[in-house]
C-alpha cells in the first residue's frame, strides 16, 4: 500500500513538472513574438518593394524646315540646270549616256554640237561627265537669258526644251507660240517637261 502510494505520489510530481515545463515554454514562445517586430517572422516570404520606373523621356523631333518661297522658286526655276533638269535633260537626249554620239555630230549625254561646246571649253574630253555638265549649264544659262530679253517673259520647262533642241532662232521665229512648232518638236519637249515633274534623281 506505501509502495502505491509513492508511485501515486511520484506520478504526480512528475506531471505536475511537465506541466509547468508546457506553461513555461508557451509563456516563453508567447514573449518572443510579442518582443519580435512585426513582419519579422514573414521576412522570407515579403516581397520586395517595387522601385518606381524611371520616366522614359520622350524623344524630341527636329523640327522639319519647309523649304521658303524664294528657295522652292530658285530650285524650281526652269532657268537653273538643277539635278532635277540634268537628269531629264540626259535621259530624253541619251539615257545619259556620256559616250553617245548624234547624228548631226552631237557630243555628250547633253547631246551638244561641238561648236557650241567650244564656245564654253577648249576641252575635248566630251566624255566626262563633270567636263559636260559645266558646259551644259553654261550654255543652259545664254539659252535662258537670250529667251528672256527676246520674249520679255519668264520661260517654262517647255520653253527652255525647246530652245536646246532646236537651232537657233527657230522659237523666235515662231514668236515663241508653242502652238506653231512642228508636232515632232511639241511632243519631246512635252516628254521633257513630264521627266522634269515625275523623273526620279
Known sequence: MKKQLKISVLAVAVLATLGMLV????????RADVAAPSGASQATTLTPKRVPALPVPTPVLSAVIAPSKTESAMS??????????????????T???DREVGGAGEVSRYQIMPSVWHHYSDSQNYRNPHVSLTVAK????????????QAHREPT????YVLWNTHY?????????P???APSVRDRAQRYVNLVQDGEI
Open 179 to 181: 502652238n506653231r512648232l
Open 157 to 160: 520647262d517647255f520653253d527652255m
Open 169 to 177: 532662232g527657230y522659237y523666235a521665229s515662231r514668236h515663241f507660240n
Open 95 to 97: 539615257g545619259n549616256d
Open 76 to 93: 524650281a526655276s526652269p532657268g537653273v540646270l538643277d539635278e532635277r533638269h540634268q537628269f531629264a535633260l540626259g535621259m530624253i537626249e
Open 138 to 149: 553654261q550654255h543652259w544659262a545664254t539659252l535662258y537669258a537670250g529667251f528672256k530679253q
Open 23 to 30: 506553461a513555461l515554454f508557451t509563456a516563453f514562445t508567447a
